[in-house]
């Protein structure tokens, strides 16, 4: 699902709102999770899961072109776990899916 997709899901459940309204709120919540995720704050949504930041330290990696050592630089990244009702909810579906085949 991508971002357009979320829009327009969520105009066409709620006839309230209009095209404009949607995008407009999904811009608002994605905007405040990215700007949460980057202060280091980490966000849960029961029944979802949360997303947090992870520390990848600095390493040796080597350039495979030429098989030289680098430095890789320490890095800060995103993370998401699912909750367990998703987790849950996804592995009954793909076990109907594989079920079914």
Do not use: C, W
Request: no cysteine; glycine share 8%.
């Amino acid at each position: 699902m991508t971002r357009s997709d979320l829009v327009e899901e969520l105009a066409s459940r709620f006839s309230q709102l209009t095209h404009r309204d949607a995008e407009y709120a999904v811009k608002t919540i994605l905007d405040a999770m990215g700007e949460a995720l980057v202060r280091g704050h980490r966000i849960e949504i029961r029944g979802f899961g949360s997303f947090s930041i992870n520390r990848r330290p600095p390493r040796m990696g080597r350039n495979p072109r030429s098989g030289e050592s680098v430095h890789i630089p320490e890095k800060r990244v995103p993370h998401f776990k699912p909750g367990k009702a998703l987790r849950e909810a996804v592995d009954e579906r793909t076990q109907e899916l594989e079920a079914g085949k």
